[in-house]
């Protein structure tokens, strides 16, 4: 039986539906959610007015999933965590592959929420990561290429609060004693430096002096995409010094060749410094808690690691309660016998020594 042209029932629904083509060419085939046949009739006019008003400001409706993804990968293929972008994308295809932009929603985006919390078993954390992509595209599709007249809300998952996972000292020697020669020198760096991974991985000689104490982190090679200067204290400098004649370009190498992560090393060098639960990250945590635990200021310690927001930093805010043993003390009713913390000179000399992080320990 032929389908029914413009605003008709159906014998299965108590709704008008709609079979026509609208002035840009797309044929709508579609309940309208209408019970009065008026009510139906406004219903495409608004869908003819909308399209008139995309018209006029230049937005272009019905683009595909697929579409807007070949050109996310292609405009934004410098983009530092583009490899992980593809990963989460892969993992979306089978739920967006043959979906307009305009129908994708929370509604779609459940199945795949669902499917990779309960079968996969991934955090929650993890399942964001791949909805953030998704939100990225949508908002980029909207506010730059006019492919979308609004932008449907992504909901992200409830997480929970990041945790702050960091070395004690006698942690860290254990940690460095067991690691290959080659890998010492990375993870000295990053102890002192509170580098990441990658930044240190693509450490260039040309972005170091080790007369004036500085190496250089470009635009375009930290996550935030925007460069920043590194001072080098004792141990960052002793374990450039380590590397010096090994390679013309790359500082950190391996046979020869610029080094790249080594998984069952790092692995290896855990198990038998008998530790457990920690990323190659968690060392800029360790950086940033011994930071704090030595009097370096919050403001500081933004500046020293990069980040932009200082919301970034409070999470080491509870590891230096000792700031504030004066202002608890404003209520106290029972003489005190808890001593008061260092102050002034004695401080301030206090956290230049403890700044170096030294490891000579295990040098």
């Known amino acids: ?28 085939c579609q309940s309208t959610r209408c019970a009065y046949r008026a009510d139906a009739e406004a219903f495409v ?32 293929e410098g983009k530092a965590s583009l490899p992980d972008d593809r990963d989460h994308l892969r993992k979306l295809d089978p739920y967006l592959r043959n979906r307009t932009l305009e129908a994708i929603d929370m509604t779609v985006l459940q199945p795949f929420i669902v499917e990779r919390t309960t079968r996969d078993g991934v955090a929650n954390a993890t399942v964001n990561r791949a909805l953030e992509v998704v939100r990225r595209i949508l908002n980029v599709a909207h506010q730059e290429w006019r492919w979308l007249r609004g932008v449907p809300k992504v909901r992200m998952l409830k997480e929970p609060r990041r945790r702050v996972r960091f070395l004690r000292r006698e942690e860290a020697d254990r940690l460095i004693e067991a690691l290959p020669v080659h890998v010492k020198p990375v993870v000295r760096f990053a102890l002192a430096t509170g580098c990441r991974e990658g930044e240190i991985l693509g450490l260039e000689w040309v972005r170091v002096d080790l007369e004036r104490g500085v190496a250089w982190l470009d635009h375009g090679t930290t996550k935030n995409g925007e460069g920043r ?19 013309e370009r790359w500082v950190f190498t391996y046979a020869g060749r610029r080094f790249f992560k080594n998984s069952s090393a790092w692995d290896t060098a855990k198990r038998k410094a008998g530790i457990c639960d920690f990323r190659f990250h968690d060392l800029r945590h360790t950086w940033a808690s011994w930071h704090v635990q030595n009097g370096t200021s919050l403001q500081e310690l933004m500046e020293l690691g990069g980040w932009k927001s200082f919301e970034m930093v409070l999470r080491y805010a509870h590891l230096a309660p000792e700031k504030l043993l004066s202002v608890a003390r404003r209520i106290e009713r029972t003489p005190s016998t808890v001593p008061e913390p260092q102050q002034s000179g004695a401080v301030v000399k206090n956290v230049a020594h ?6 000579r320990s295990v040098h």
């Open 229 to 247: 200067g590194i001072p080098l204290n004792a141990d960052a400098h002793a374990a450039l010094e380590a590397c010096l004649g090994k390679h």
């Open 354 to 359: 403890n700044a170096t992080f030294s490891l």
């Open 45 to 76: 006019l608004r869908l003819k007015n909308e399209l008139l008003e995309d018209r006029r400001q230049g937005f272009q409706q019905g683009h595909a999933w697929q579409q807007a993804l070949v050109r996310y990968l292609k405009e934004f």
């Open 1 to 28: 039986m032929a389908r029914e042209r413009g605003i008709y029932r159906r014998k299965d629904s108590r709704y008008w539906w709609i079979n026509l083509v609208l002035p840009d060419g797309r044929r709508i």
